[in-house]
Structures are given as structure tokens and as C-alpha cells.
């Protein structure tokens, strides 16, 4: 019984691991090199199957390099095994970023709108979906949700992804106008003195814009939500 328990712990603390690293690349952009460590964890023919956390991130991975019947696969396959409303929260967010990417808005708005709801203590998986839902809102309504989140991201424990969603949030804010000026400086600023910080430059793989400079604010072009750092393409 010892040796079993044992096992099971160094089980459950290796797909840990696995999941930290391949998250780390994923996030640095390192995209073939997270698909390869997932897959020969996920994809083994005679083992069981993954955790539905390494599955959602293999999902996730491959989202983000645009292989999107892959990344459907996976990630309804971690939405239907989800251990706890937290975890499916994830999941829909994720799902909810492959339906908009395909043009199925009102898909992305239901799965952007569970993973609100379920989303519980969890701010930064509350704040993103929040973040999604401001994007695809009718522009009238657009600059009301964005108020309300600028509040609820100070709730986010992570710098990084504090910084982030800041980010986000004033390049949404940028184009509303005169009333969205403020909101969309503060965020902005706030993101840059994050940046400025820890060292980070953000920039976006699909626009190849650098957002985010040590020191200064650059033109914002498009949503960082799939932002990576610039110096680590």
C-alpha cells in the first residue's frame, strides 16, 4: 500500500512538472517543443490517459499554433473529463477562444460565460473570460465591462498575468474614445510599469507588434491575450 501511495505521488507531482515546463514554453513561444513533451505524455498507446490539466494545456498549445481541429479534440476531451467546476472553467475559456478564432461568436460568448460563472475564487480565469466577453460585446456596452474589470484584476495573484490582462484591458479601452482615455492610460501604464519591472516586453506572434517596452508605451495594435514575451521568440 506504502509503494502504491508512493507511486502515485511521484506520478501526480511528475505530471506537475510537466505541466509547469510545457506551460513555460508555451508561454515564451516555444510552441513545437510543448506539443512534443505533451503529446508523448498524452498520446501513449498502451498507458493511461493524461491528466485532463496536461490535456487542456496540449489543447491550449495547440490553439495557439493555430492547429485548431487538434486543439478541439483536446480540449473538449479535458472540458468532458474536468475534475472540478474551476478546472472546467478553464476549459471553456479555452474553448471560448477556439470558437471566436472560427467566427462562432455566439459559441464563444456561452463557453466565455460559463467559465465566469464557474470560475469561483479562481480571479485570473474570471478576469480573462470577463476580458473575452468585453471583446465581443456590442461597443455601447464595451466600456462599462472594462470599468468593472479594471477593479477585478487587482484581485489577480500573478504579476505576470496581472500585467497581462492590464494590457488587454487598455488596448480594448484605446479605440472607445474620449470617455475610455483614462481608463485605457492608467491600464496601460500600469501594465508598463509591470513590464519595466520584471524585465518583460510583450508582444503579439500574430501582429508582431511590440506592446509593452521597458520603459515606454508603444502603439497598441490588437488583444494580447496570446501575447508572448518579445525576446523570447
Request: net charge positive.
Amino acid at each position: 500500500m506504502l509503494l502504491l501511495l508512493g507511486g502515485a505521488a511521484y506520478a501526480a507531482e511528475n505530471a506537475a512538472s510537466l505541466l509547469d515546463t510545457a506551460a513555460q514554453h508555451r508561454r515564451e513561444g516555444n510552441l513545437r517543443l510543448a506539443i512534443e513533451l505533451l503529446e508523448k505524455a498524452c498520446k501513449q498507446p498502451s498507458g493511461p490517459p493524461c491528466s485532463p490539466r496536461l490535456m487542456g494545456e496540449l489543447g491550449a498549445t495547440y490553439y495557439q499554433a493555430h492547429r485548431f481541429a487538434q486543439a478541439a479534440d483536446a480540449l473538449n476531451d479535458a472540458y468532458a473529463r474536468a475534475e472540478n467546476a474551476a478546472e472546467r472553467a478553464l476549459f471553456a475559456n479555452d474553448l471560448g477562444n477556439l470558437s471566436a478564432s472560427r467566427g462562432r461568436k455566439d459559441e464563444a460568448v456561452r463557453f466565455y460565460e460559463e467559465a465566469r460563472a464557474k470560475a469561483g475564487g479562481n480571479a485570473a480565469i474570471a478576469v480573462s473570460a470577463g476580458l473575452n466577453l468585453a471583446r465581443l460585446a456590442p461597443a455601447p456596452e464595451r466600456l462599462a465591462r472594462l470599468q468593472k474589470l479594471a477593479a477585478e484584476i487587482d484581485t489577480v495573484a500573478d504579476v505576470h498575468e496581472r500585467g497581462r490582462y492590464l494590457l488587454n484591458l487598455g488596448s480594448q479601452a484605446r479605440p472607445l474614445g474620449a470617455p475610455a482615455l483614462q481608463l485605457s492610460y492608467q491600464s496601460l501604464d500600469r501594465a508598463r510599469a509591470i513590464a519595466a519591472e520584471r524585465g518583460d516586453r510583450w508582444c503579439c506572434p500574430r501582429c508582431g507588434v511590440i506592446v509593452i517596452g521597458d520603459t515606454t508605451l508603444a502603439l497598441v495594435v490588437g488583444i494580447t491575450r496570446h501575447g508572448r514575451r518579445c525576446d523570447e521568440r
